[in-house]
């Protein structure tokens, strides 16, 4: 039951000090956006008796974003690149042609050449003519490997820096400390964490003293990574090192820490080194914070931060979180808010989206639109955030089309068909007066995008957001797969062993990530569950065939990445499981918290092992994690599975001096654990008490209340309370006043928001669902895989 939300996508505000701090964004030339590049397989070229290119003149524009070529001669080695003719026989043809070799020896005129190859559509080719360079004799100095690093990193491409910063220390002999800070954020970006903690070693072997800049960004591996021990480690050795903590690494921890959960120290001390930050630092300091704590509903402690900005400017977030303050947790961390009294904070667009964040979080889709238009009606510049806020939140409130309007905005025109064609059949809208001034149509947005057409309209029309991705220069990247994986994940019609080979099939090139196995591993927990624990409702209202009951997820060492969870060699998709979790283990990835709520929650509610949950749950917090309510929820669902329902009582009773208020979810396996007892007296007594705390009764909290009457044979007094309580959720509709139980359910469900709709896997159902994704992977290919691979394929 908790499942059911906890893998729902929630963006988050991306941020990452020791990347913005460092990397500032490039505008782009003419209106903002790339000129939409055309992919088509470059033509055969003609060849003399030598082998080599006669012609290299024609469609060079074909892969540049710009056809800034600094000499003509470069446009035939651009052609020669593009030609899949080999290195070798490249540096033939330019060794036999003296105005060829003449351009190279021109170093200045060569450094701005790669520099807009590395700008372009095809930075690959930025280091084949840095390495054809250094072949020649012509290598460049160190500045211009940093240069070429720094625009790679402007559209991501981490494993291009890693080869350029190779190749620096092969051409010229050595390497600096930019370079190795470059390597150090590539590693990071691309997670390969076991190499990144060996970074130290490589400055020591350079002679090189490590600055501020690479700590900060180790801490943020071992962070991002779970590794809390590394963490502390590596503040030590950065005080070793001379430099002590100052703002910007209170800072840094205080962003990264919100993935370990809410920590009234770290905070603190946020707060209290806030005054050395400059005032745009301080805004998104404190937006990060917030976050935090509505992450888990500490409205007070959100409304006392509120209290740095300008009162003028939140007035409108005050005015709407004081109708949610009740309805959150009643604890508040105790916090020193530094005097910022003569210049309080002036809330940006980031803050916006964090609280809009919130309230779609709360399903309160309407508000958080209101919201956001109230905000930006003072003059507000919008941000991608914002941005991707509203588009969740039109999505969700079946206003997708308004979404697709405000893409569109960000979009070259050429894509405006494939805009219209997402808008077919569905009503649209106005969409609000954003000034988009400063936001470009980038990954994340494309992933909101893709994300609500999924939801929507589904599989089918993933190729025509690809289309508009390859028409605006921007590429797919692991969230483009987690979003893919997530949405065959919910809808129940893929099988684990299809999931499996899209991954594969994928992440190769898209990149792998442990957010991938969350999918996967939730998708065989549900069949396990399927198999071994029948809903309340089961044995009466609906029968059915039950498949050969077989284990599925097993456990055992190491613990790292997986949980310890195990996909056995029996499984038929053990093959294909195997390498994955391989190549996670061999870049030092370690088990994160939806990871180990799978572990505790395979333990308590699969086997019922309640005490084995209770040592992994040891483990987490040992690890430096705080346990959230999913956490304590698998337990509480594992007691009442088990009959020890004061167990599942005391399990709440933690959680809640932990900081963790019980939530609807708690008291739904509760309730529907009393319903397979058939004890609708007990279910009904724990929902009162459920309302008396302030929880609101969801779908699923009145679903298994009515299940605890029919499993108990008052079918009656479940049909007549299923129309009491209907009110909770919205008003009850007169055109069903004679409908039957079954038919009540069945409505009733269907106002439940789940996007999208989980349906029963059938042949026929599975048969469609490959068909769509050998069209997803045809149009993977046909837009983002460059001519050379498709040859080789």
């Known amino acids: 039951m908790l499942q059911r939300s906890f893998f729902v ?63 003509p001669e470069f446009e035939r080695v651009i052609r020669a690149l593009a030609s899949d003719l080999g290195e070798e026989k490249i540096l033939q043809f330019i060794k036999r042609s003296p105005s060829l070799s003449s351009v190279f020896s021109d170093r200045k005129r060569l450094r701005e050449q790669v ?49 350029v910063v190779a190749s620096a220390a092969n051409h010229i002999g050595h390497t600096t400390l930019r370079l190795l800070n470059w390597r150090a954020l590539a590693l990071l970006e691309s997670q390969h964490f076991s190499r990144l903690e060996r970074i130290l070693e490589e400055f020591q072997a350079a002679g090189i003293s490590p600055t501020r800049r690479t700590y900060h960004i180790i801490l943020s591996g071992h962070m991002r ?90 007035s409108r977030i005050i005015a709407i979180l004081t109708r949610y303050r009740s309805k959150g947790a009643n604890l ?68 997708g089309n308004v979404a697709i309007r405000i893409v569109s905005k960000l979009s070259v025109p050429s894509a405006v068909t494939a805009f219209q064609n997402l808008a077919v059949g569905f009503s649209g809208g106005e969409p609000p007066s954003l000034d988009l001034s400063r936001v470009s149509l980038t990954p994340r947005i494309c992933n909101v995008l893709l994300r609500g057409i999924l939801n929507r309209q589904g599989l089918n029309f993933v190729p025509t957001v690809f289309s508009i991705m390859h028409s605006n220069n921007v590429r797919p990247n692991t969230r483009t797969l987690e979003i893919l994986l997530s949405f065959m994940n919910k809808t129940n019609v893929a099988r684990p062993r299809t999931l499996f080979q899209i991954l594969r099939k994928l992440s190769s090139k898209l990149g792998l990530s442990l957010t991938h196995i969350h999918h996967i591993a939730a998708r065989i927990f549900r069949d396990e569950k399927y198999m071994f624990i029948p809903g309340a409702w089961t044995p009466r209202l609906r029968g059915r065939r039950r498949r050969k009951r077989m284990r599925l997820l097993q456990v055992g060492d190491p613990f790292d990445p997986t949980g310890g969870i195990a996909f056995d060699r029996h499984l038929s998709y053990h093959a294909l499981a195997k390498p994955l979790l391989s190549s996670l283990k061999a870049k030092g990835v370690m088990s994160d918290s939806v990871m ?8 308590s509610v699969l086997h019922k092992d309640v005490e084995s949950a209770h040592r992994v749950l040891r483990t987490l917090m040992a690890r430096g994690m705080h346990p959230n309510a999913y956490h304590f929820g698998a337990l509480v669902e594992g007691y009442s599975l088990s009959g020890n329902f004061d167990g599942a009582d005391e399990v709440m009773r933690t959680a809640e001096a932990s900081g963790v208020k019980p939530n609807a979810a708690m008291y739904t396996s509760i309730i529907a654990a009393y319903a397979r007892h058939r004890d609708a007296k007990l279910a009904f007594q724990t929902f009162k008490k459920m309302i008396a705390v302030g929880i609101a009764p969801d779908i699923a909290s009145i679903d298994a209340l009515v299940s605890a009457f029919y499993t108990s044979g008052a079918h009656e007094t479940a049909h007549t309370l299923l129309i009491k309580l209907w009110g909770y959720i919205q008003p009850f509709p007169r055109a069903l006043e004679t409908a039957d139980l079954s038919t009540l359910l069945s409505h009733f469900r269907a106002l439940r928001p789940r996007v999208p709709p989980r349906v029963k896997s059938t042949k026929e159902r599975r048969k469609a669902l490959y068909s769509q994704l050998k069209a997803v992977l045809k149009a993977y290919e046909q837009f983002f895989v460059s001519s050379s691979r498709l040859r080789k394929q």
């Open 332 to 399: 508040s961390t105790p916090l020193t808010l530094p005097d910022l009294s003569a210049s309080p904070l002036p809330p940006d667009a980031n803050t916006c989206a964090v609280f809009m964040n919130y309230l779609i979080r709360k399903s309160a889709f309407d508000d958080a639109i209101a919201l956001g238009k109230d905000m930006i009606s003072t003059g507000m510049t919008a941000s991608s955030n914002l941005v991707a806020s509203f588009m969740h939140a039109y999505f969700l409130c079946e206003q």
């Open 9 to 71: 996508q929630k963006r988050r505000l991306e941020l990452s000090i020791c990347v913005s701090k460092h990397i500032a964004c490039r505008p782009l030339s003419g209106s903002g956006r790339r000129p939409s590049p055309q992919h088509a397989r470059a033509a055969g070229l003609p060849s003399t008796a030598a082998g080599v290119p006669s012609d290299l003149s024609k469609g060079v524009s074909k892969y540049l974003t710009s056809p800034r070529i600094g000499h």
């Open 115 to 163: 520099k807009d190859l590395a700008r372009s559509t095809t930075p690959h080719f930025a280091l084949q003519l840095l390495n054809i360079a250094a072949k020649l004799g012509c290598t460049l100095n160190a500045s211009a490997y940093e240069s070429v690093s720094f625009h790679l990193a402007q559209s991501s491409h981490w494993d291009i820096i890693l080869a």
């Open 225 to 314: 990574n779970y590794n809390m021990e590394g963490a502390k480690t590596c503040l030590q050795d950065m005080q070793s090192a001379g430099f002590r903590m100052d703002a910007t690494t209170h800072s840094l921890i205080g962003n990264l820490y919100r993935r370990f959960g809410a920590d009234p120290k770290v905070c603190q001390n946020v707060l209290d080194s806030l005054s050395e930050l400059h005032c745009g630092a301080r805004t998104t300091v404190v937006n990060r914070l917030m976050q935090s704590f509505l992450d888990c509903d500490d409205i007070p402690s959100t409304a006392r931060l509120l209290m740095l900005f300008d009162p003028d400017g939140v």
């Open 596 to 603: 180990v709520f799978l572990r505790i929650r395979r333990h």
